[in-house]
């Protein structure tokens, strides 16, 4: 059976961690994980999927420790290909899996935007010629979405190709026990408007406009599930605008809780970041079932049939306030069925693609 190594900066949280996660779950290959930091939640979930992670807890950019440690474990595991995920795993990744003789890699561009990578400008000095000599010790790029991989391509970067998330349907369905008890836990009245987000708390996703506009509708509340930087900053927003009316989980996963039980509590999902390149988040709230507010999201912009259930508004409260208001006076839905429309972005079929292009990079 094909060996494969995914090579990824951290799992704490993030949509190209659980994006990871998930799609673990379904490749054939026999897979195992190196995380450059110190693996978080996600990390959890993956080793309890049955996984092996290998936490390297790279210290800084520069330790090259960590490199000879990543050089040893692909020669040493006997992985017949390396699959890299985000900015430094496709720099260290790619050059280890070469100083180990394999030739065969594959890197995954999950957060190349319009202006930003990884939450960073994306034009610093050097990013892009350390982006572009990397890239040429692999096989071929896998583009999240359409966008991404015309960012690539404007980079100079031609080996390319689109395989858009996917998801477990299934697992984000809508489900009624789960939003009593989660309810119940937060201290939620059951009949409260509930305004959720769910994402890294970095400035460039822009949850203040989710607090601010949330703190203009009467009785709302805000539900913001993630970690990240920006939590102090959001939380003391919160305390002066809503007092009382925001609630933040941290990371969620692994325990009691998970992030379907959270979007099954949630009324209405909002999703100000301005410059996402798949949206997995809003993705995964209309699979249970949510309407959605977004600014930016790829994957919803390509899913026909959502209607009224799907609003993309620019990155400000006052259009994030009226698009809310809107999706509180929709008609009620049945939860429990999703659009059939999100068939597009199952899991297995994403899975199949991968499998496929790995097989395709190994006979060359």
């Given at each position: 059976m094909t060996k494969v190594l995914h090579v990824i900066t951290g799992l704490a949280s993030g949509?190209?961690?659980?994006?990871?996660?998930?799609?673990?779950?379904?490749?054939?290959e026999e897979c195992e994980v190196a995380c450059l930091t110190e693996g978080g939640r996600v990390g959890e979930r993956i080793r309890a999927d049955g996984?092996?992670?290998?936490d390297l807890r790279m210290p800084s950019n520069r330790d090259m420790a960590s490199l000879m440690h990543l050089v040893k474990l692909v020669r040493d595991g006997g992985f017949d290909l390396v699959h890299t995920h985000l900015y430094r795993a496709h720099l260290y990744g790619r050059l280890a899996a070469r100083m180990a003789g394999v030739r065969a890699i594959v890197a995954t561009e999950h957060s190349l935007g319009r202006e930003l990578i990884e939450g960073k400008p994306k034009d610093r000095m050097g990013v892009r010629a350390m982006y572009r000599a990397s890239e040429r010790m692999g096989r071929v790029t896998i583009a999240v979405s359409q966008a991404v991989?015309?960012?690539?391509?404007?980079?100079?970067?031609e080996r390319v190709e689109v395989i858009e998330n996917g998801i477990d349907i299934r697992e984000f369905r809508f489900d009624p026990a789960a939003r009593t008890l989660?309810?119940?836990?937060?201290?939620i009245d059951g009949g409260a408007f509930v305004i959720g987000g769910v994402g890294r708390l970095d400035p460039d996703k822009h949850f203040e406009v989710l607090i601010e506009a949330a703190g203009r509708i009467d009785g709302a509340i805000a539900l913001i599930v993630g970690a990240g930087?920006?939590?102090?900053?959001?939380?003391r927003l919160g305390g002066e605008l809503m007092p009382g009316r925001v609630h933040f989980t941290g990371?969620?996963?692994?325990?009691?809780l998970e992030i379907k039980d959270l979007l099954s509590a949630m009324d209405v999902f909002a999703s100000p970041s301005p410059s996402e390149t798949f949206g997995l988040a809003p993705l995964e709230a209309v699979a249970c079932g949510l309407p959605a507010v977004y600014s930016d999201s790829p994957a919803l912009?390509?899913?026909?049939?959502?209607?009224?259930?799907?609003a993309r508004v620019p990155s400000r409260p006052d259009a994030f306030v009226a698009a809310l208001r809107c999706a509180a006076d929709l008609k009620p839905v049945d939860r429990c069925a999703?659009?059939?429309?999100?068939?597009?972005?199952g899991v297995t079929e994403q899975a199949a693609h991968v499998s496929e292009l790995y097989r395709s990079v190994l006979a060359r």
């Amino acid at each position: 059976m094909t060996k494969v190594l995914h090579v990824i900066t951290g799992l704490a949280s993030g949509g190209a961690e659980r994006q990871l996660a998930t799609l673990l779950q379904h490749l054939p290959e026999e897979c195992e994980v190196a995380c450059l930091t110190e693996g978080g939640r996600v990390g959890e979930r993956i080793r309890a999927d049955g996984f092996r992670v290998h936490d390297l807890r790279m210290p800084s950019n520069r330790d090259m420790a960590s490199l000879m440690h990543l050089v040893k474990l692909v020669r040493d595991g006997g992985f017949d290909l390396v699959h890299t995920h985000l900015y430094r795993a496709h720099l260290y990744g790619r050059l280890a899996a070469r100083m180990a003789g394999v030739r065969a890699i594959v890197a995954t561009e999950h957060s190349l935007g319009r202006e930003l990578i990884e939450g960073k400008p994306k034009d610093r000095m050097g990013v892009r010629a350390m982006y572009r000599a990397s890239e040429r010790m692999g096989r071929v790029t896998i583009a999240v979405s359409q966008a991404v991989a015309d960012y690539l391509r404007a980079w100079r970067i031609e080996r390319v190709e689109v395989i858009e998330n996917g998801i477990d349907i299934r697992e984000f369905r809508f489900d009624p026990a789960a939003r009593t008890l989660v309810r119940k836990i937060l201290g939620i009245d059951g009949g409260a408007f509930v305004i959720g987000g769910v994402g890294r708390l970095d400035p460039d996703k822009h949850f203040e406009v989710l607090i601010e506009a949330a703190g203009r509708i009467d009785g709302a509340i805000a539900l913001i599930v993630g970690a990240g930087p920006d939590r102090s900053r959001l939380q003391r927003l919160g305390g002066e605008l809503m007092p009382g009316r925001v609630h933040f989980t941290g990371d969620v996963g692994g325990g009691m809780l998970e992030i379907k039980d959270l979007l099954s509590a949630m009324d209405v999902f909002a999703s100000p970041s301005p410059s996402e390149t798949f949206g997995l988040a809003p993705l995964e709230a209309v699979a249970c079932g949510l309407p959605a507010v977004y600014s930016d999201s790829p994957a919803l912009d390509g899913l026909p049939g959502l209607g009224d259930r799907a609003a993309r508004v620019p990155s400000r409260p006052d259009a994030f306030v009226a698009a809310l208001r809107c999706a509180a006076d929709l008609k009620p839905v049945d939860r429990c069925a999703p659009p059939g429309a999100l068939e597009r972005y199952g899991v297995t079929e994403q899975a199949a693609h991968v499998s496929e292009l790995y097989r395709s990079v190994l006979a060359r």
